[in-house]
């Protein structure tokens, strides 16, 4: 929701800048984009321009026909799979719109190579394509496309910003800025100058709301995927994919996965196994 209203603030304001016929029109075709894409039309195409991906090739296709006859083994359907154009910040694999999942390009080549098991690429699938039931599939892309002109000054701030990692203190500054901001906020308000202030404050608040509550809605959806792919009998290849991934939380999300499955082994020396309980604390 932050990065919307940004966004639509952003939109608005571009448009007032345009002369009044061609700011008319491009909002008017915005917003019907908009409903368009939130109706479930145009989601092939789409699917290629919002989530920054292609279409696979013959090969990849023959490559994930054995993973995808085993999603629809499991229930879970065969949907349209997309490659993306690349592997910096992505996931193996995330759902995209309504039908579709977008693989990373090292997926790919881990099946290439045979460094991941067929099984274990099903549970990766299995986990993005239980995203698409766990999370607002529905009007996914319409949210891409709302979100956009956002996501844009902010790609541009990230990219003024990396110029200057080099300097010292100038990652604390950006940690600090919410007092830059309260100083600004002050100062424009002391200067009679209401509308910078609101607009200073509300982009200092989004900077804050819109990273918290996009991590939040990721870990929910992923909460609820997992629990989908433990129970339809891929729990112990997805425990496994996410122990070799060795990312920030893998602890935890192991030990819901394999609780979450019909049938979980639990280790000898565990709780409950005989062994004494012990306190155990984490060294930062």
Not at 245 to 260: M, Q, Y
Request: with cysteine; proline share 6%.
């Amino acid at each position: 929701m932050p990065g919307i209203i940004l966004s639509v603030a952003l939109t608005l304001v571009v448009t007032a800048a345009l002369p009044a016929p061609v700011g008319e029109l491009v909002l008017v075709a915005h917003v019907l984009l908009v409903v368009v894409l939130a109706s479930g039309r145009l989601e092939a195409p789409s699917v290629l321009v919002l989530g920054g991906a292609r279409r696979t090739t013959v090969g990849e296709e023959r490559l994930l026909a054995p993973i995808t006859q085993q999603l629809h083994n499991h229930g879970f359907g065969a949907p349209h799979l997309v490659v993306f154009r690349g592997d910096l910040r992505r996931a193996a694999a995330e759902p995209r719109g309504r039908r579709s999942v977008a693989v990373a390009p090292r997926l790919l080549r881990w099946l290439h190579r045979q460094q991941v098991s067929t099984d274990v690429a099903a549970a990766i699938l299995a986990q993005a394509a239980a995203g698409l039931q766990a999370g607002p599939a529905r009007f996914d892309l319409a949210v891409r496309l709302l979100t956009a002109p956002g996501a844009l000054v902010l790609a541009m701030f990230q990219r003024i910003a990396a110029s200057f990692t080099r300097v010292p203190g100038a990652l604390g500054l950006w940690r600090v800025r919410a007092v830059f901001g309260a100083v600004a906020v002050v100062q424009c308000l002391q200067q009679q100058q209401a509308t910078v202030a609101v607009t200073t404050g509300a982009l200092v608040a989004v900077s804050y709301s819109s990273p918290a509550c996009a991590r939040a809605w990721r870990r929910r959806v992923e909460v609820a995927a997992d629990r989908l792919v433990a129970t339809a009998g891929l729990g112990e290849q997805l425990a496994f994919a996410v122990r070799s991934a060795d990312e920030p939380g893998c602890v935890g999300r192991v030990h819901r996965i394999l609780a979450a499955a019909p049938t979980s082994v639990q280790e000898p020396g565990c709780p409950g196994a005989g062994g004494r309980r012990r306190t155990l604390h984490l060294v930062r």
